[in-house]
């Protein structure tokens, strides 16, 4: 399984709490990334972002919120998004984050869902990497020979304990055909599952015969299996 730790990139740029707005500005421009993660005392406590600084600007030229429908909570974040002046002010919180032992599936679903570019990646409480929308699209540009190589490593021999001498694995354009033959059509049906869900894969044939097709089979009834079990 590809997992967080495979992609991201661990030479992280993070700014303190109190860092002046216009150094933070500088750092995004400069190292030429969208965001930064805000740390204190070692631990992740936000993410001050490109859409933070313009959100900032974008205040500074509307009027505040008033009339009957304007609440407190809404007035004060407006104004606080308007006066921000440090990375503390400006930064979007809680952080969001990630494990680096997560599969990159689980981080690009969260990228999608929750309309952000990137994780910061936190194990225990310490930062140690952050993985972009970027860092999840390359492993659609590794070889199709590496692609192979995971598929059969991964997926044949570590997830299914197959012997990946025994199946032809083909791959060109990320384009994936395993052909052989296994005992359990649910085990073709896993295999299909997995390669499909493997970093990089675009599109899969999985030509698989199997001897016994095991979808209609029930687990023996629970008092047959007592009796076996009880002396």
Do not use: C
Not at 20 to 41: E, F, M, N, S, Y
Not at 193 to 221: F, H, N, Q, Y
């Amino acid at each position: 399984m590809t997992t967080v730790r495979d992609v991201m990139t661990s030479d992280v740029i993070s700014v303190a709490p109190d860092a002046p707005l216009k150094d933070v500005v500088a750092l995004l421009i400069t190292r030429r990334v969208g965001g930064l993660p805000v740390v204190q005392d070692g631990r992740v406590i936000g993410v001050v972002s490109e859409t933070d600084v313009l959100a900032k600007e974008a205040a500074s030229s509307e009027e505040p919120p008033s009339g009957l429908l304007s609440l407190p909570s809404r007035r004060h974040r407006f104004e606080a998004r308007r006066d921000a002046e440090t990375a503390a002010e400006a930064m979007t919180s809680p952080a969001l984050t990630i494990g680096p032992d997560a599969a990159v599936a689980e981080a690009a679903r969260l990228m999608v869902d929750r309309h952000i570019n990137r994780l910061p990646v936190v194990e225990g409480d310490r930062l140690v990497g952050i993985v972009s929308r970027a860092d999840l699209l390359r492993p659609y540009l590794r070889p199709d020979a590496d692609l192979a190589e995971v598929i059969r490593r991964e997926v044949l021999m570590g997830a299914l304990w197959l012997d990946p001498a025994t199946f032809e694995v083909q791959v060109q354009d990320g384009l994936v055909a395993v052909r052989g033959a296994v005992e359990r059509r649910s085990t073709a049906e896993i295999m299909r599952d997995l390669v499909t869900r493997t970093p990089g894969v675009v599109g899969v044939t999985i030509e698989v015969t199997w001897e016994l097709d095991d979808r209609d089979l029930k687990p023996e009834p629970a008092d047959y299996v007592s009796r076996l079990t009880v002396p």
